[in-house]
């Protein structure tokens, strides 16, 4: 084959660089809240060494809770918070590995419903 048979194709030309995406308002807007994602069931772990609130998914959650000692766990949302275990005046009634600072330490669980 010679270089005259091809002459109908056009030579391919790459793009210096690939095109910016912009979606103003397409398919973001449509599948995006403005709220701020909570995980589902809403457990918090709240550590008294480090002072810092976890927010961690259920299955997060289970790795983390074993192996403890859960002497209390605090239930409900907001106002409406039911401390349930064997010592109920106690802040942090959960001894665990905190997931914020990699420490074992008193921690306060939250099951939000």
């Given at each position: 084959?010679?270089?005259?048979?091809?002459?109908?194709?056009?030579?391919?030309?790459?793009?210096?660089?690939?095109?910016?995406?912009?979606d103003?308002?397409?398919?973001?807007?449509?599948?995006?809240?403005?709220?701020?994602?909570?995980?589902?069931?809403?457990?918090?772990?709240?550590?008294?060494?480090?002072?810092?609130?976890?927010?961690?998914?259920?299955?997060?959650?289970?790795?983390?809770?074993?192996?403890?000692?859960?002497?209390?766990?605090?239930?409900?949302?907001?106002?409406?918070?039911?401390?349930?275990?064997?010592?109920?005046?106690?802040?942090y009634?959960?001894?665990?590995?905190?997931?914020?600072?990699?420490?074992?330490?008193w921690?306060?669980v939250?099951?939000?419903?």
């Open positions: 084959m010679t270089a005259s048979r091809f002459d109908r194709l056009r030579p391919r030309i790459e793009p210096a660089e690939p095109a910016p995406t912009l103003a308002e397409g398919k973001r807007a449509l599948f995006s809240s403005t709220e701020v994602a909570r995980p589902g069931g809403g457990i918090r772990i709240e550590c008294s060494r480090c002072s810092q609130t976890t927010a961690l998914t259920p299955t997060a959650a289970l790795r983390a809770a074993f192996p403890a000692l859960h002497l209390s766990v605090v239930i409900g949302h907001g106002e409406r918070q039911t401390p349930i275990g064997l010592l109920r005046r106690r802040r009634g959960s001894w665990l590995r905190c997931p914020a600072c990699g420490q074992a330490s921690t306060r939250t099951i939000s419903l």
